[in-house]
């Protein structure tokens, strides 16, 4: 079957860094996606890779080693902004995103 | 980016009525769209595949008759809530994937704001 793992929850400190890991075992693979959703929300687009390696992005980088089925995105400089779930989904060989269940990130000041 | 729309944002119903939900593509043709439920603290759930001209290909318990996907044109894809009952009441959103030239060259799906559906 398919399936993504991440954290259900994390909490971090204004200012700090935090990283939200993501491991995944699919049919396939097109691409690893990140979303930010804020309450209420629909998701918005972070990052994309489809390349092993590390993608920055401002404070925001994400990382991607196919041969580990792992990814990790990386929030630097922490802003209370930042509270939010944080969806990880892969891109399967039908081109079908399989969603991550979300981590939802609580920061503190 | 390309953006989409979505329509209405949020209604609130009587049980046994039916909702329309409209998706639009405002800035790029997307010919495969993509409609989603989340109830609260739950991740996305894919409900089907709207495809342009033809049937859409729903997931596994997903009832076809009660969401009705009807995608007619390369920016329009609709999703009706046949006869809604309290249990439909979810987050409703829908994507498209921006087949063409206007920047999705790895197939990024592009989300709408979202449809809060409240049947009472």
């Known amino acids: 079957g398919q399936n993504i793992d991440q954290p259900t929850e994390m909490t971090a400190t204004e200012g700090a860094i935090v990283q939200i890991n993501c491991t995944y075992q699919?049919?396939?693979?097109?691409?690893l996606f990140w979303y930010q959703q804020h309450a209420g929300e629909a998701p918005t687009f972070l990052s994309y890779?489809?390349l092993d390696g590390l993608e920055e992005k401002g404070r925001f980088s994400s990382f991607l080693s196919r041969s580990k089925g792992y990814s990790y995105l990386l929030l630097k400089e922490l802003q209370m902004k930042d509270s939010a779930s944080y969806l990880c989904?892969?891109?399967?060989?039908?081109?079908?995103?399989?969603w991550g269940a979300g981590t939802k990130l609580i920061i503190k000041p | 980016g390309a953006v989409v729309s979505q329509h209405p944002s949020r209604v609130i119903c009587k049980s046994g009525t039916s909702v329309k939900i409209e998706c639009r593509s405002l800035?790029?043709?997307?010919?495969?769209m993509f409609w989603y439920r989340q109830f609260p603290k739950k991740s996305l759930m894919l409900m089907a595949t709207?495809?342009?001209?033809?049937?859409?290909?729903?997931e596994q318990g997903v009832e076809k008759d009660k969401f009705l996907i009807n995608h007619a044109s390369l920016t329009l894809s609709t999703l009706t809530v046949t006869s809604a009952h309290p249990e439909d009441s979810s987050f409703y959103i829908c994507?498209?994937?921006?087949?063409?030239?206007?920047?999705?060259?790895?197939?990024?799906?592009?989300f709408g704001p979202g449809t809060r559906l409240t049947v009472l």
């Open positions: 699919t049919s396939g693979f097109n691409g």
């Open positions: 800035d790029f043709q997307a010919t495969t």
């Open positions: 994507s498209a994937r921006d087949t063409g030239t206007s920047g999705g060259s790895y197939n990024e799906q592009f």
């Open positions: 709207s495809n342009e001209g033809s049937k859409a290909t729903y």
């Open positions: 890779n489809v």
């Open positions: 989904a892969v891109m399967d060989s039908n081109y079908q995103l399989i």
